[in-house]
Nanobody
Framework: QVQLVESGGGLVQPGGSLRLSCVASGSISSTYTMDWSRRAPGKQREVVAT???????DYADSVKGRFTISRDNAKNTVYLQMNGLKPEDTAVYYC????????????WGQGTQVTVSS
């Protein structure tokens, strides 16, 4: 049974930085595409960053230039470096794993809260 566990969230001032981590317990293929998504209060879930097995990345316009996604397959870990945080980045952030065969999300975490406030 694969579980994704996020960590690294917290309270940060505007302009600050946080680094989120997502560790997969159990065996998960390195061929999975990994996403970070977020859900803010009263809003729909938004995928903010994606990284394929080949290391190709993609970002939502709202975070482009500020967030960086990376992965360490040897450690079964995906990271989200968030710089220049804004109050509108406040949300619960989730790690998700998408199958390269079915293109469906097979695994997802419980989320970690990020709050940007002065």
């Amino acid at each position: 049974q694969v579980q994704l566990v996020e960590s690294g969230g917290g309270l940060v001032q505007p302009g600050g930085s946080l680094r989120l981590s997502c560790v997969a317990s159990g065996s998960i293929s390195s061929t999975y595409t990994m996403d970070w998504s977020r859900r803010a209060p009263g809003k729909q879930r938004e995928v903010v960053a994606t990284i394929t097995s080949a290391g190709r990345t993609d970002y939502a316009d709202s975070v482009k230039g500020r967030f960086t996604i990376s992965r360490d397959n040897a450690k079964n870990t995906v990271y989200l470096q968030m710089n220049g945080l804004k109050p509108e980045d406040t949300a619960v952030y989730y790690c998700n794993a998408k199958s390269p065969w079915t293109l469906t999300y097979d695994y997802w975490g419980q989320g970690t809260q990020v709050t940007v406030s002065s």
